[in-house]
C-alpha cells in the first residue's frame, strides 16, 4: 500500500490576522505557522496507524511551497512518514495547487491520497475533490473513520444529520477530518530521525491558476455585550424575542 | 448563457440549503441579465415544478434512482454534462457536504474558477469578484474569478432565500449515469432533529456543563425553540457529546440567527466557528470569559442556575405547560 499525504502550512490557530498594502496581503511578522491541524492530526495520524498495522505500507508527504515550508514538512516527518516531497511552488489557488498533487501522484502510483478536510487559513475544502478528479479517482470527502481490508477501504463520512458507511477500492482520494485518529506530540526519535528522511524538490508544471486574491477584510468589530442580571432572566427571554427577534 | 443550481436533496426531499442557492443563483442571473436554471438528481417526493418560486424557469432533472445518493464522481458528470448542455456560464451551489464533494471536481472539470464558501453576491462591475470567508471566519477575502465559466458555492445560512410566485418547467435531462464506484452500505442519521450545518437556531454547551449527564437542560432548551445542539472541543473530545456536534476551527463551521453558548470560555478557536452567527448570547460564570467580547447579550451566572430559569421563561412565551 502506497500513502500519500497532503501537507499544507498555515499560521498558528491564534495568529493575529491582518492585512497590508491596502489589504491585499496577510501580514506575516509574528505569524507562527503549523502544519494545517486536519492534515496533521487526522490525515497523516491514520496514514501512520495504516503503517503501523502493515509495516510494508510506504507513506509520502507532499506540500507545494516555496523552501520556507521545509521546518513544516520535517515537523510532519517527525510524526511518520518515509520521505517528502516539496514542489517548489509559491501557492496560487486551489487548483494550481491541485495540479501540482495530482502530477506528483501520477507519477507516484499511490493507492491512497489523504487530504485534511480543509486549510485554516483558505477554508476551500476543495484540494481532495480537485485531484480525484483531475486523476479520475473516486472521492470520500469528510472522512470520519477509514478501514483497509486488503485493497478495498470501508469508510464513514459525513451526512447532514449523520454518518453514512461505504466501500470503495482503491485507488481512492480521501479529505479526513475529526473521528479519524488521535491527535500525536512527536517524540525525540521521530524528531532525529526526520532530519535525515528525504525530502525531495521537484519543480511545478506550467498550470493557470483560474482564481485569485483581489483584496482581504476584516469583519466589523461587535458593538458590545448587553448583560442581563442572573436573577432577571425573563429579560433576556423577552429581548431575545422582542428586540432580536430569534425566538 | 445561463445561471445553473444544483438543487441538493435527501431522502426524497429538497434541502433548505438548496433553497437558498436557489434565490442565490436567480439573483445572480437578474444581474447578469440572464435565465436562471437548476439541475436536479435522483428522485424526490416535493414538488419540482414549485421549486420555480425561488426564481427558476426551468429545472434539469435527471430522474435516475442511483443518484438518490451523493457520489462525486456521477454527480460532477451529470451536472456538468446538463451544465455543457444548456450553456450554463456560472454553477451556482451550496457549501454544504454535498457542495464540498462537488464543486472541487466540478472545477477541476470544467477549468472552472471556484469560490468555495460565498458570503454575498458577486460584483460584477468591470470582473467578477465575490466574497468568502477565510482564516476561519476570522477574516473575508474577494476573490477574482479568471475562467469564463464560474462556480460558486454559498455559505449555508449566510443568503436570506426569497420565495415568491411561479413554477418551473421540469424538463428529463439526458445524461448517462455510471454505476458508482463508491457503494454505500449504511446509514447511520439522527433523526428528527434539525442537522446542525441547517440549523437557524443553535444552543451548545462547553466544559462549564461538568458532564455529559447534565446535557438534559440544553436539550430541553433547544427542543423548546427548534434549535440544534452544538458542543465546544473540550466536550468532543471528552465524548460528552458526538463529534459532529463539535464546532469551532477544528470542527463545524456555522452561521445561525442565534448562538446560544453556555459554559463555553470563547477561545479563539471556538469562535472562529461560530462568530458569524448574526445573534451571540453568552452564559458563563465568570465575567471574563472572552465570549462576552464577541456577545450580543450576556448573564454572567451559574449555568444551572440560568438555564432552568431560561427554559420555564420560554415555555412562559410559547405557552406551553
Ligand atoms: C489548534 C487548536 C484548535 C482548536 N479547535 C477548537 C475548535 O474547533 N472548537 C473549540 O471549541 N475549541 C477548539 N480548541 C480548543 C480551545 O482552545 C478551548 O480549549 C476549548 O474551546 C475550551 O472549551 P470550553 O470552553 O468548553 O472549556 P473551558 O475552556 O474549560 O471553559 C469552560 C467555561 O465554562 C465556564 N463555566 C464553568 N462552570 C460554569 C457554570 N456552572 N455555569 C456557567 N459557566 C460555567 C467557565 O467560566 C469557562 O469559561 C482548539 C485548540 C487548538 C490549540
Known sequence: MKILVCISKTPDTTAKIAFADNNTKFVQEGVQWIINPYDEWYALVRAIELKEKDPSTIIHLITVGAADTEPIIRKALALGGDEAIRVNADSHDSFYIASQIAEIAKQGGYDLIFTGKETIDYNGSSIGGMVAELLDQPYVSLATKFELNGTTATINREIEGGEETCEVNVPVVVSCQKGMAEQRIPNMKGIMGARTKPLKVAEPVAVDALTSVASFELPPAKAGVKLVDAENVGELVRLLHEEAKVI | MSVLIFIDSAD????????????????????????????????????????????????????????????????????????????????????????????????????????????????????????????????????????????????????????????????????????????????????????????????????????????????????????????????????????????????????????????????????????????????????????????????VGDAFDVVPKMIAEVKKLKGVA
Not at chain 2, 440549503?17 to 434565490?23: D, Q, V
Open chain 2, 12 to 299: 426524497g426531499h429538497v434541502k433548505k440549503s438548496s433553497f437558498e442557492a436557489l434565490t442565490y443563483g436567480a439573483q445572480l442571473a437578474k444581474q447578469l441579465g440572464t435565465a436562471a436554471e437548476a439541475v436536479l438528481l435522483g428522485t424526490v417526493a416535493d414538488d419540482v415544478a414549485a421549486l420555480g418560486k425561488y426564481g427558476v424557469t426551468k429545472i434539469h432533472h435527471v430522474a435516475n434512482e442511483t443518484l438518490n445518493h451523493v457520489d462525486a464522481q456521477l454527480y460532477t458528470k451529470a451536472i456538468a454534462d446538463v451544465a455543457t448542455a444548456s450553456g450554463a456560464t456560472v454553477i451556482v451551489l451550496s457549501h454544504n457536504l454535498t457542495g464540498k464533494a462537488v464543486a472541487p471536481r466540478l472545477s477541476a472539470r470544467l477549468k472552472a474558477g471556484l469560490v468555495a464558501g460565498a458570503v454575498g453576491l458577486p460584483n460584477t462591475a468591470g470582473g467578477f469578484v465575490v466574497k468568502k470567508g477565510v482564516f476561519s471566519s476570522k477574516a473575508f477575502a474577494h476573490m477574482n474569478v479568471n475562467t469564463a465559466m464560474k462556480i460558486i458555492s454559498i455559505s449555508p445560512n449566510s443568503f436570506q432565500t426569497v420565495a415568491g410566485e411561479g413554477t418551473a418547467e421540469v424538463v428529463a435531462a439526458q445524461v448517462t449515469v455510471d454505476s458508482p464506484k463508491v457503494k454505500i452500505t449504511a446509514t447511520n442519521k439522527v433523526t428528527g432533529q434539525v442537522p446542525l450545518s441547517e440549523a437557524e437556531l443553535v444552543v451548545s454547551g462547553g466544559r462549564g456543563l461538568k458532564g455529559p449527564e447534565n446535557w438534559g437542560m440544553v436539550e430541553e432548551l433547544a427542543g423548546l425553540i427548534g434549535a440544534a445542539t452544538a458542543c465546544s472541543r473540550a466536550v468532543a473530545d471528552a465524548h460528552w457529546r458526538p463529534h459532529h456536534e463539535h464546532v469551532g476551527q477544528t470542527g463545524g463551521s456555522i452561521a445561525p440567527n442565534l448562538y446560544l453558548a453556555i459554559g463555553i470560555s470563547g477561545a479563539i478557536q471556538h469562535l472562529a466557528g461560530v462568530n458569524r452567527s448574526k445573534v451571540i448570547v453568552v452564559i458563563n460564570k465568570d465575567p471574563e470569559a472572552p465570549f462576552f467580547k464577541a456577545a450580543d447579550y450576556g448573564i
